[in-house]
């Protein structure tokens, strides 16, 4: 399987505009600045925001799966990541860390279980794996 993405840049970083898209057409021409990666911008998004949904999709497939092997499928989870981007000591910039908290409804699961099983989806989601910055998550079981 092949997943593309198409990004479009004019200008220098600082003035500079952009755009991305995604091959299946699920977003298209998304906007990007550099003033909207590094101080926010409404209505535009970033690279890190993008990685940002990506790691809590991947790690919400790999939980989901994890739960439902050990014979408890959820019900519902909801995965929030919050990647941070900002300067790097030495110059430049660099994505430091990325935090993904989730609420999970599973029937049958205390949380210390519904704890081990976010920290095993956290090691072994391939998104994790494809990064190599601190990751935490913080698991919270509802009722």
């Known amino acids: ?59 919400s497939m790999a939980l ?9 499928p959820a019900t519902r989870l909801e995965t929030t ?6 300067p790097k000591k030495g110059g430049g910039f660099e994505v430091r860390s990325s935090a993904l908290e989730v609420k999970g409804w599973v029937p049958g699961v205390d949380e210390a279980a519904f704890t081990q099983a976010a920290e095993g989806a956290k090691d072994g989601c391939p998104i994790s794996n494809a990064l190599k910055i601190p990751m935490s998550v913080k698991a919270s079981l509802q009722r």
Do not use: Y
Request: net charge negative; with cysteine; aromatic share 6%.
């Open 1 to 59: 399987m092949l997943s593309k993405a198409m990004a479009r840049w004019e200008g220098d970083l600082m003035s500079g505009k952009g755009a991305i898209s995604a091959a299946s057409g699920t977003f298209r021409d998304a906007g990007l600045t550099w003033k909207a990666r590094t101080e926010g911008v409404a209505s535009m998004t970033t690279p890190e925001e993008l990685l940002a949904s990506a790691h809590a999709a991947c790690f």
């Open 64 to 72: 989901s799966h994890a739960l439902a092997q050990g014979g408890h």
């Open 81 to 86: 990541c919050t990647v941070e981007f900002g």
